[in-house]
């Protein structure tokens, strides 16, 4: 039987930093991963939720963007901190299910991407849900392009620069890009909060 042998560190030598934590991960300290996953999760479930939304895609998204973070330690530079590069993982792979459902939703639908339905409950024929849920349910009407852009900017926190380095898009696309998905969703959510005086 062959035994594996893990290098675990003393108590006392627990890395502190993102970069400590990943030198400790690609030498086999299974602890220094979990750490870094722990550190890392909030992030990575607010971006994969701003996303897709709190669905089971979006927790299968959220660990496998951990899965390919774990495969990808050896070829981790350090060109970007290891949260932006976690959370460029998690922004591929969201883009990548968008991608899927539009396909499955194809089948069955001849609607255009820019036909905006709001959904309302059937009992009511109103909203019937707090306004986490509206404002997500909002960001699911948006093009992937424009979702990227408010969950990094406005919910992940980004600036303007670190989202364009995330998206590999111009910073001019950016402001663009953020300035419609507002008026996208201010338009989305008027129904339900009114014309403001």
Not at 18 to 46: I, N, W, Y
Not at 75 to 95: F, K
Not at 110 to 127: H, M, R, S
């Amino acid at each position: 039987m062959k035994v594996i042998h893990v290098k675990m560190l003393r108590e006392d030598k627990v890395p502190t930093s993102e970069e400590q934590l990943v030198r400790a991960a690609r030498e086999g300290d299974r602890t220094a991963f979990s750490a870094l996953v722990k550190r890392l999760e909030p992030r990575v479930a607010a971006t994969v939720i701003g996303m897709l939304g709190d669905t089971p895609e979006a927790e299968d998204v959220g660990q496998e963007t951990f899965i390919r973070f774990y495969k990808a330690l050896d070829s981790y530079r350090g060109e970007s901190s290891v949260s932006t590069y976690v959370t460029r993982i998690a922004i591929n792979l969201s883009l990548n299910e968008l991608k899927r459902r539009k396909r499955r939703f194809s089948l069955f639908s001849n609607t255009a991407d820019d036909d905006i339905e709001l959904v309302v409950d059937e009992k009511t024929g109103g909203p019937h849900f707090e306004d986490g849920e509206m404002i997500q349910s909002a960001l699911s009407k948006l093009s992937p392009g424009y979702r990227a852009v408010i969950v990094l900017r406005l919910l992940d926190g980004l600036t303007t620069e670190e989202t364009a380095r995330m998206l590999n898009i111009p910073i001019g696309t950016v402001l663009s890009r953020l300035a419609r998905a507002q008026k996208k969703m201010r338009d989305i959510l008027k129904p339900y909060f009114g014309e403001k005086s």
